[in-house]
């Protein structure tokens, strides 16, 4: 069996990677950013942020492409908007701004060859990679004030999360030519990513004593915002070791847009070694 599957990927490496179409894309995109996490466990759609970028893409072939970009958005989550009356009650909310640069490997349904009246368009899937720099905010009496550096989960002084971190990108997408250069992509991709702490929120409430020795009243107001809900919680819910968030499941946060691309061609560098001898 271990025989027949190698000679299967040596067969189909040349029909994937083959002489066909080739060449560079690059372009940007506008749409909209969603977070989902631990102030927004109901995939809530109702708060998107701007978010757009750029777009750069080899195409291996017309069913293969390496495509790479920088993106910036906006995420944010608040229970106020919650369905769960115990996320009512604790009444967090934050907005962060996203910078991330990816790249990924990005697979045509149909063969997709610029310029053709057949092959003019295709649905694909991607999967890869991304590093981003996040830091959530929250509002106070009208001022927006970064939580990290309050360590608002009890997180000593130089030990805080990070602000860059890194995840798996994944999604779809379709595009469709304009012309020969110009195409339209229209494509949602989600992160799975490998930190809890985009919206600062992840496990326990500290002890307020402590967090107010350490990092001063401030710190303490924004760790436990609680509300009174009858029949939820009698008074706040900022005790020591009680659940604040779940860390379970990482955050993560969705991309939506659409893209207007340029097609260069197959751009070769010039080659000096095969000039015949006279």
């Not at 490496?13 to 506008?30: K, S």
């Not at 907005?95 to 990005?106: D, P, R």
């Not at 360590?151 to 805080?160: A, I, L, P, R, S």
């Not at 706040?236 to 207007?260: A, E, F, T, W």
Request: glycine share 14%; charged share 20%; proline share 4%.
């Amino acid at each position: 069996m271990k025989k027949q599957a190698l000679l299967v990927v040596i067969f189909a490496l040349p029909l994937l990677l083959g002489a066909q179409q080739r060449g560079w894309e690059g372009g940007g995109w506008i749409g909209a950013s969603y977070y989902f996490g631990d102030l927004n466990t109901n995939y809530d759609l109702s708060m998107p942020g701007l978010a757009g970028g750029v777009i750069g893409r080899f195409n291996f072939n017309n069913r293969l492409a390496f495509k790479f970009g920088g993106n910036i958005g906006t995420i944010m989550g608040n229970d106020a908007v919650s369905k769960n009356p115990f996320e009512r009650a604790r009444n967090l909310s934050f907005k962060s701004s996203i910078v991330e640069g990816l790249a990924q490997l990005e697979f045509n349904f149909l063969p997709y060859t610029h310029g053709s009246s057949d092959e003019f368009f295709t649905p694909y899937l991607f999967a890869g990679l991304n590093v981003f720099h996040f830091n959530p905010k929250t509002e106070l009496n009208g001022e927006w004030i970064e939580l990290r550096p309050l360590g608002t989960e009890g997180q000593f002084k130089g030990e805080e999360y990070y602000a860059v971190n890194a995840g798996l990108v994944y999604g779809g997408g379709f595009k469709i030519d304009l012309s020969y250069e110009w195409s339209i992509n229209i494509e949602i991709s989600a992160r799975a990513l490998f930190t809890d702490y985009l919206d600062d929120v992840s496990g326990f409430y500290a002890n307020q004593d402590q967090l107010r020795r350490s990092r001063g009243e401030l710190a303490a107001t924004l760790a436990d915002r609680s509300i009174i809900i009858p029949g939820v919680n009698e008074g706040p819910l900022g005790q020591s070791g009680r659940q604040r968030g779940s860390n379970s499941s990482n955050d993560s946060y969705v991309m939506i847009g659409v893209g207007i691309v340029y097609y260069f061609g197959d751009l070769k560098c010039p080659t000096y070694g095969n000039r015949r001898r006279k």
